[in-house]
Each structure stands twice: as structure tokens, then as C-alpha cells.
């Protein structure tokens, strides 16, 4: 946005009480924010949502979506591609940089895109940043717009929802631990170093 003066609009589904990100992102910087919430809308898997959201962005202009790469609870990594193939735009995924001009170094892919496009971003593709004050007083200040069932756009009742999830959850389970790993006491730093290196050469880290 300060590089080329884009115009950016944070997007989310979820409850009411989802527009408090919103203005988080919005203090941060961003211009607008949109919340989609309705009853209709609960119980979606990753097909209901991603048709939801893309539902929504129909209504926008825009050349580039950013999504994350995955969420913290379902952790499937499909709802971008997902909004991508219901848009019928490219998708890059994975992406730890993104440029508009200018050479990568070697070792990196390098694909070309028309825009628009939907690109699914790694923590590493940016460092949010920090709400100023300002920021923080303008975001509670300003408008959050609110969507519902009836502003979505080329979407069937029988994809949203509940209804259109043709996923659902048998079981959940938490995180197998992991064991403690290889404990060793090496007699002298200089023997600790040597160790280290040996594992990152062994693994291929380094």
C-alpha cells in the first residue's frame, strides 16, 4: 500500500463480534473493512466458506486477494484456493515474496501472473505492522460495512452453510507430542559445535 497506493479492503466471515479484526486490521492501515454474517451462513466447511467469501468479493474491484496460507483450527489450506476456482483467477500459493518487477535470486521459482489474482501468503511474506494510536482511534471511528445472505453475489442457498458443506468432522484429536528428542553432554563447547555442525550437515541444513 505505501509502495503503490493501493486501496486495501480486509474481508471476514464469522459472528458479529468478528468486526474487532477488523478494525485491528484497519488500524494497522488498511482502508475498509467488510464483515459477512448471517445465521444462514453457520456450520461451513471450507467449500461453504470459500464459496461465501468469494460470493462477497463479487461486489468488489479488485486486482490482487491475499488469503492466509491456512487456518489454525482446521489447518486444510484449501479455503484460498477454493475462493480462487470460484472467482476463476490464478492462484500462487506458498508465497514468501511478492514483487512486481525486478530479478529473484536463483533457487526460487519465479511465475508470472495477469491480474487478478489470488495469492495465499507465508508468515515470512510480511511483518504486520504495529497499530499506531491514531491508527487505532480512526479504526473504532470508522464504519465497518455488513453483508449478509442476500449481498452475495452468483451463490446458491444449497452451497452455504450447513447445508453446502459436503465435509464434515468424525473425529478430532489433539496433536500427537513429540518425544524428547536426543539429549547428549558433550565435555567441552568447542565438542558441542562440532556435534551441531555434524547434524545440520547430516540433515542437510546447512
Known amino acids: 500500500k505505501d509502495q ?4 486495501v479492503t480486509v474481508v471476514t466471515m464469522g459472528l458479529p463480534k468478528a468486526e474487532e479484526v477488523l478494525r485491528e486490521a484497519m488500524a494497522m492501515g488498511a482502508d ?17 466458506t470459500s464459496t461465501t467469501i468469494a460470493g462477497a ?19 486444510t489450506a484449501q479455503v484460498g484456493p477454493q475462493i480462487a476456482e470460484h472467482l476463476n483467477i490464478p492462484v500462487i500459493s506458498y508465497a514468501q515474496d511478492i ?15 495477469q491480474m487478478p489474482v489470488l495469492i495465499t501468503a507465508l508468515s515470512e511474506l510480511n511483518d504486520p505492522r504495529y497499530m499506531t494510536p491514531g491508527g487505532i482511534f480512526d479504526a473504532y471511528d470508522a464504519e465497518i460495512t455488513t453483508w449478509g445472505r ?9 452451497d452455504l452453510g450447513l ?4 465435509t464434515k468432522i468424525a473425529k478430532a484429536s489433539d496433536k ?20 551441531i555442525m555434524d547434524k545440520l550437515l547430516t540433515k542437510h541444513v546447512i
Open 57 to 75: 468479493i463479487r461486489n468488489l474491484d479488485y486486482d490482487i486477494i491475499i488469503t492466509g496460507r491456512q487456518a489454525i483450527d482446521g489447518d
Open 99 to 113: 514483487k512486481f518487477d525486478g530479478q529473484y535470486e536463483d533457487r526460487h521459482h519465479v511465475i508470472k501472473v
Open 163 to 166: 447445508k453446502g458443506s459436503p
Open 176 to 195: 500427537v507430542r513429540k518425544g524428547a528428542g536426543e539429549k547428549v553432554t558433550p565435555d567441552s563447547p568447542a565438542e558441542a559445535v562440532d556435534y
Open 32 to 48: 475498509k473493512g467488510i464483515l459477512v454474517t448471517d445465521r444462514v451462513l453457520g456450520g461451513a466447511d471450507t467449500w461453504a
Open 150 to 158: 442476500a449481498n452475495l453475489v452468483d451463490v446458491e442457498d444449497g
Open 4 to 7: 503503490y497506493g493501493a486501496e
